[in-house]
Every structure is written in structure tokens, then in C-alpha cells.
């Protein structure tokens, strides 16, 4: 009697240890194996003859990915990677390094605003305008609602020489929505 358990322990052990290497083996293929390497090794052993390969052998190459994969598993394309300067919105001609600004809230609600380093904060009422005469560029513009709502901000050139017109709207779109609008010295109006 057992003897006739003998076999089927040792066909049950070896059926168990099949699984585990099937496993395993499923496991390191889902796992993508070791790391590639990266640049040589820090210590190589010199070469024998043997290592060397036969004139008629193709070198071995390690191939190359396609894309690198991001941070979420997925293949990383230049259009995931952020502008590296962004798109004026934009120009104004500074006369002298000067420039006026007109402030147009087309809003129902107030608007602060200060020019940094210039101004205190200052308060743009409800459908109004103001105009900010002889600014010294660059400057940074921060704006932003009491009440948290968002903004649109539309800067333009205007057909004076040296004018911008800054217009702010109501929005619900959080992308649209800017903190800050900077004028450089060559006259290039970036939003932030």
C-alpha cells in the first residue's frame, strides 16, 4: 500500500516543482530579465584568444529601444516633454525701455494687481479700466481675483507705440487660468 503511494508522492513532488519553475519562469519574463547595462564595467579582465570572436561572427550589438518608457509605464514621445521656453503671447515696442499698460477688467468682479518691485497691491474694480503710464520694462504683472475665480488673460499690442492692452475675462477652464504675465526687454509678453 505504500508502495503504491511512492509513485504518486514522487509524480506530485515533481508536478509542484514544475509549477514553481513555471512560475518563476513567467515571472522573470513579465519582469523584462536584469537590467541592460549601462557604459563598461568598472574592471574588465583582459582578453584571451578564446573570448575573441571568429573573424566570420557579427558582433553582438544590444538593441536599441524604440522609446523610453515615462514615468507611468507608457512610451515617452517628445510631444509629453514641456516647452523649454514658452511662446510669447505677446509684443509691445518699448520706447526708451518704457512701455504703457491698460488694464481692461471685463469682469464682474475685482481684480488685484501689483507690478512687482514697483507697485503695491492695487485693486481693479468691476468692469473698469486703467491705464499705467511710463513702466520700465522687464516687469512681472501679478493678478489675480479676491473671491478665487479664474482668469483669462488676453494681452495685445496696441497702435500706439509702446502700448499693451491687457484684458481680463472670467473663465472655468483651470487651464486657461494665469498668476502672472511678465514683459521682457525686447518687448515679449509671457503669461505664467
Do not use: W
Not at 504518486?8 to 523584462?32: D, E, M, P, Q, R
Not at 518608457?69 to 520706447?95: E, I
Amino acid at each position: 500500500m505504500f508502495r503504491h503511494n511512492l509513485p504518486l508522492k514522487k509524480i506530485s513532488l515533481l508536478a509542484a516543482t514544475c509549477g514553481g519553475l513555471l512560475v518563476s519562469l513567467a515571472t522573470l519574463s513579465h519582469a523584462g530579465g536584469p537590467p541592460p547595462q549601462q557604459g563598461k564595467p568598472v574592471s574588465q579582465p583582459a582578453e584571451t584568444p578564446s573570448e575573441t570572436p571568429a573573424a566570420t561572427e557579427e558582433p553582438v550589438s544590444q538593441p536599441t529601444p524604440a522609446a523610453s518608457p515615462g514615468l507611468s509605464g507608457m512610451p515617452s514621445t517628445p510631444t509629453d516633454a514641456p516647452a523649454r521656453f514658452p511662446m510669447p503671447s505677446a509684443r509691445v515696442t518699448p520706447a526708451e525701455g518704457m512701455i504703457v499698460i491698460k488694464l481692461v477688467n471685463t469682469t464682474n468682479a475685482v481684480i488685484n494687481y501689483q507690478i512687482v518691485g514697483v507697485t503695491q497691491q492695487r485693486t481693479l474694480g468691476e468692469q473698469s479700466e486703467i491705464l499705467l503710464k511710463s513702466i520700465q520694462v522687464p516687469i512681472t504683472l501679478t493678478y489675480q481675483r479676491p473671491d478665487g475665480g479664474l482668469l483669462l488673460v488676453r494681452p495685445q499690442a496696441t497702435a500706439m507705440p509702446g502700448m499693451l492692452q491687457v484684458s481680463f475675462g472670467a473663465t472655468t477652464e483651470l487651464d486657461a487660468d494665469t498668476k502672472s504675465l511678465q514683459i521682457q526687454e525686447d518687448g515679449k509678453v509671457i503669461l505664467n
